[in-house]
């Protein structure tokens, strides 16, 4: 069946250094992708999308990238805070039109 | 200000006695989601509106019902609750279907 999968379950980080988080998916037909950052206690909350047709996306301190060809997808964090440490999901859209959400990378931050 | 909106934020519940989870929204999206989340996995769909046209996964069992009586709210029915339905339950809405979704902060449900 499809799938999409973050490459590791935890992702240790110094405060300040960029964050890299990746994401692999299997359908080729996903046109769709949404990141997502859930806190300790509460749901997740948007952070940044981006759709086939592009192949990178700047938002505040974040940056997806999007590899069609080998179907892959990071998240960059700038600088990151405290305040980044979470647990960070993927998600796609199956050819069901069915969002399908990967197993989620925890951050944490190093002071 | 509060989007999504879920009611209450812990619910403590018996083994099968009936349990009500409620989710507002006041962004007037079309489409209204529950999850189940349990610990340290993702969110899992349990059903999902538009509008008012339901459409239930396939693995979502039976003891689970829901219903959107008008745009604003949804709510989740767990007819007989068993020790392995505590969790997180999500609610989250989409304007259209296959755009972003916004969710709620969450229900946690535990079933004594």
């Known amino acids: 069946g499809e799938s999409v999968g973050l490459h590791l379950p935890t992702l240790s980080v110094q405060e300040g250094d960029n964050s890299i988080i990746n994401c692999a998916y299997s359908n080729s037909a996903s046109d769709y992708f949404i990141w997502y950052k859930q806190e300790s206690g509460k749901g997740p909350q948007f952070i940044i999308d981006i759709r086939s047709n592009m192949d990178k996306r700047q938002g505040q301190r974040v940056t997806v990238l999007l590899n069609k060809t080998v179907k892959h997808l990071s998240l960059q964090i700038a600088a990151t805070q405290p305040g980044d440490s979470a647990v960070y999901f993927c998600a796609s859209y199956s050819s069901a039109s069915k969002i399908i959400f990967g197993s989620g990378t925890r951050l944490s931050i190093r002071p | 200000d509060a989007m999504v909106i879920q009611n209450p934020r812990y619910q403590v519940t018996q083994f099968g006695k009936p349990v009500t989870l409620s989710c507002s929204q006041t962004?007037?999206?079309?489409?209204m989601y529950w999850y189940q989340q349990k610990s340290s996995q993702a969110p899992k769909l349990l059903f999902h509106y538009y509008d008012k046209d339901f459409n239930n996964e396939a693995d979502t069992p039976d003891n689970f019902q829901s219903r959107r009586p008008n745009t604003s709210f949804c709510f989740l029915d767990i007819r007989s609750p068993g020790l392995g339905d505590a969790a997180m339950y999500l609610c989250a809405t989409s304007r259209e279907w296959k755009e972003t979704q916004y969710f709620g902060p969450g229900t946690r449900l535990l079933v004594l």
């Open positions: 962004l007037n999206h079309n489409v």
